[in-house]
Each structure stands twice: as C-alpha cells, then as structure tokens.
C-alpha cells in the first residue's frame, strides 16, 4: 500500500513530489500556519525558455535538465521545505515558518545559483528561472496563495523573467 501511494504522490521523472501531494498538503500546511500564526511563503518557479532546450537539445536532455534543476531545489532548501513539480517547467516550494523576506532571500538564491553555475548536460546548460513569491495572509486559503504566487511568477516572467517578483497579501 506504502509504495502505491509514493507512486501515486511522486513525480517519476525528478522524484520530487506531485501536484497531487500538493493538493493534499497545502491546505493543511495552510490551516496549520494559521492556527499558530505562523508564516507561511509559497514559491511558485518555473525555468525560462524551457522549451528552447527542448528544441535545441532534443528531450532526453530537457528531461536530465529537469532531474538535474530537482537535485538542486533539493539540496539548497531546507528538510522543513517541500519542493513539488507541478508538471514540465514548473515547480511549487512550500515554505513554513518562512516570511516575504526570506522567501526572497532563498529564491534569488535559487535564481543566482543556477544562473551562474551551469547544468552538466550537453556540455553545460546556463538556465535561468522567473519565480513568485506570496506569504500566507489572514484572508487568504491555499487556493488564493496559491494563485497570488502564480500571478507573481507570471509577472516575473512579463518583466523579463530571470528574476523574483513578491505579491504581497
Ligand atoms: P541567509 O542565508 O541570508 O538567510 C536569511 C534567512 O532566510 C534565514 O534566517 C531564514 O529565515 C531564511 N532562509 C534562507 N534560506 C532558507 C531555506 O532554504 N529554507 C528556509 N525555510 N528558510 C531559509 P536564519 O534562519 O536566521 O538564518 C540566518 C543565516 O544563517 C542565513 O542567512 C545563513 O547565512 C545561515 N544559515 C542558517 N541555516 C543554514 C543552513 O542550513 N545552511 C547554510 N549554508 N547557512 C545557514
Ligand atoms: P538543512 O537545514 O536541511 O538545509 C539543507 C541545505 O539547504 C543547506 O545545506 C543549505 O544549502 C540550504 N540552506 C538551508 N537554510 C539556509 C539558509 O538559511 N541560508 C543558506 N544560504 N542556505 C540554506 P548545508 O549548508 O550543507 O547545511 C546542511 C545542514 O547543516 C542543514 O540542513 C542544517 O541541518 C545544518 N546547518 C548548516 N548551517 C546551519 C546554521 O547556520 N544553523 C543551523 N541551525 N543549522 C545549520
């Protein structure tokens, strides 16, 4: 039973988890920050121009470039954070205990990272990634934070992508 719910809540390509999951985690994520009065950030992230790479590359290389971004999502966050792949380029980070200020901190973190230190996949990809940032305010469920944070990647990306924009609550 264990193992038909990871497969069920994990994305196979990258090993992170599934829209699924989130579904089910962030309105608990949600009720818990509230109960306590807790922060609570959400960063939506998707990488510039994947689809370039795809073209250029062939999808086999896209598909390492999505492992290989996972990997770093991974090892640049906290236990306590949760990474998602919300499917192709995009992906969700779940902050808790995390205020506007250092969701900003780590998503230019995130975005210096893999902006100066290229993928190893066909001799080295440079991406870039546009990303938004909304903290959990007093009127907001999971379905408006998480709609603020994705107005605030779309407005990254209408501002030149390769950069972090916050919407406040
Ligand atoms: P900083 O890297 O400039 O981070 C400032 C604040 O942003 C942190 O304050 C924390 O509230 C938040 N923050 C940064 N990265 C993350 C993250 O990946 N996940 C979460 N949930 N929050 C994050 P804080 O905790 O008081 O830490 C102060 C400073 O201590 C940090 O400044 C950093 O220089 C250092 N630090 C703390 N924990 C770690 C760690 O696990 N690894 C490293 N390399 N440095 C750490
Ligand atoms: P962790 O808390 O699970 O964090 C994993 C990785 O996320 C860290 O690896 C770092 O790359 C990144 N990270 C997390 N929080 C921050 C932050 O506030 N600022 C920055 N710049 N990066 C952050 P790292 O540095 O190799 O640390 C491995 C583990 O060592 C951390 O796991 C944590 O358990 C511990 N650690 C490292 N530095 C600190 C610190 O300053 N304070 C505390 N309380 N623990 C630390």
């Not at 109960?35 to 073209?55: C, E, P, T, Y």
């Not at 999502?73 to 236990?79: I, M, Q, V, W, Y």
């Not at 954070?81 to 499917?87: E, I, K, P, S, V």
């Amino acid at each position: 039973l264990q193992e038909t719910i990871e497969l069920a809540t994990i994305d196979p390509l990258t090993g992170l988890h599934n829209r699924r999951f989130l579904e089910g985690h962030l309105p608990k994520a949600v009720e818990r920050s509230a109960q306590d009065g807790r922060a609570l950030s959400l960063l939506v992230v998707d990488i510039d121009h994947f689809k370039h790479i795809n073209d250029r590359f062939g999808h086999d290389v896209g598909d390492e470039v999505l492992r290989e971004f996972a990997g770093r999502l991974r090892e640049s966050l906290r236990a306590s954070d949760l990474a998602c792949r919300l499917g192709g380029e995009e992906f969700v980070l779940v902050l808790p205990d995390t205020d506007p200020a250092s969701a900003n901190v780590i998503a230019e973190r995130l975005r210096l990272l893999v902006s100066t230190t290229p993928i190893a996949v066909a001799g080295g990809i440079r991406l870039t990634i546009s990303a938004g940032c909304a903290t959990l305010g007093p009127y907001d469920t999971d379905a408006t934070l998480l709609k603020r944070a994705d107005m605030a990647v779309y407005s990254a990306k209408h501002n030149g992508r390769n950069r972090v924009v916050t919407l406040a609550a």
